[in-house]
């Protein structure tokens, strides 16, 4: 069965500060990681990642994968408050219609 | 483009009644799933779509149904509810047809059983 960790459950930070989540994972097959950022609703798509050491990047946010050690870093620099959300990973297996998702981190940026 | 969508967006149960909710999605995505959210329990999937007219199991279906009639649309059914079923519903779609497998969320349901 696949399985999907994600450490901390919980951060609380201040506004400026850099921080690190992290993603680790047991795939059958794996094919992709996929980073996402839930507010007050629904889930919103960041990141995928299908090969290592491959940093994707997007304004403060960056992820990269590492596929020998099996997990996966999400960086956010210059944190705001609006980063303040549930951050999600979850893994897509070859052949698997579907992606099974961590429990995520609760990110609490503090003015 | 609305993206995803559903209704309602807050729904209070009996226990035993039961209840559809309807996710539809315009982006022309072959895959569709409905998904369970629970308190430190992360996102579970309860039943999934690959193409109109056909449905399968997830990680969570007992006491969920679901139709996919349309390719725009995919229903979930609850047919005697609990308060086990107390949870924010999430449907999502994705375009896996092309080889992408992120997926696109609704915005959700609220569902309370009493």
């Known amino acids: 069965e696949d399985k999907v960790v994600q450490s901390p459950l919980s951060l609380v930070v201040h506004e400026g500060d850099t921080v690190t989540l992290n993603c680790s994972y047991e795939v059958t097959n794996f094919r992709s990681l996929l980073w996402y950022k839930q507010e007050k609703k629904a889930p919103t798509f960041l990141f995928m990642l299908t090969s290592s050491g491959i940093e994707k990047k997007s304004g403060r946010l960056s992820s990269i994968l590492d596929k020998k050690e099996l997990f996966s870093i999400l960086n956010i620099t210059a944190t705001q408050t609006g980063d303040s959300a549930v951050y999600l990973c979850a893994v897509e297996a070859r052949g698997n219609e579907k992606l099974t998702f961590g429990t995520g981190t609760r990110l609490t940026i503090i003015p | 483009n609305a993206g995803v969508t559903q209704t309602p967006k807050f729904r209070v149960l009996k226990t035993g009644q039961s209840m559809t909710l309807l996710c539809a999605q315009d982006m022309n995505h072959e895959y569709m799933y409905w998904y369970r959210q629970d308190p430190g329990m992360g996102l579970r999937l309860i039943h999934y779509s690959v193409g109109e007219g056909t449905t399968a199991k997830g990680e969570v279906p007992d006491g969920y149904n679901v139709s996919r009639l349309k390719k725009q649309n995919f229903l979930l059914g609850l047919e005697s509810a609990a308060p086990s079923q107390t949870s924010v519903y999430f449907c999502?779609?994705?375009?896996?047809?092309?080889?992408?497998?992120?997926?696109?969320f609704g915005p959700g349901t609220r569902l309370t059983v009493t």
């Open positions: 999502a779609s994705s375009d896996r047809t092309s080889g992408r497998p992120e997926q696109y």
